[in-house]
């Protein structure tokens, strides 16, 4: 089955789309993995940086009518409950 132009640049918006969300989620889980270590104000502010520059992405893809709404929601909400877990663990450390 062929592709149509729209569906090709809707395919890639969202492979795009999830491969910066797994750069994110491997910046949450370096820090998880190294709790011991101080929590670094730095390093939040590049996850928060990072979290924001995808929600602005997500944002723009859906007004291009490139991925549909619910599944940017559905991604931004998944990095945010693993950034709670972060948060958790650094609060009950």
């Known amino acids: 089955m062929e592709h ?3 569906q090709t640049y809707q395919v890639k918006a969202l492979e795009l789309l999830k ?3 797994e750069k994110i989620e491997q910046l949450i889980k370096v820090q998880m993995d190294n709790l ?20 602005r992405e997500i ?6 009518g490139l991925i549909e709404r619910e ?4 991604l931004m909400d998944t990095l945010e409950k693993k ?4 948060h958790d663990a650094y609060t009950n450390k």
């Open 83 to 86: 950034l709670s877990i972060l």
């Open 36 to 55: 011991t270590l101080p929590s670094c104000p730095l390093y939040e502010e590049v996850l928060d940086t990072q979290m924001f520059g995808l929600s």
């Open 71 to 74: 599944i940017g929601k559905n």
């Open 59 to 64: 944002d723009f893809a859906v007004k291009l």
């Open 4 to 6: 149509t132009e729209e």
């Open 19 to 21: 491969a910066d969300a």
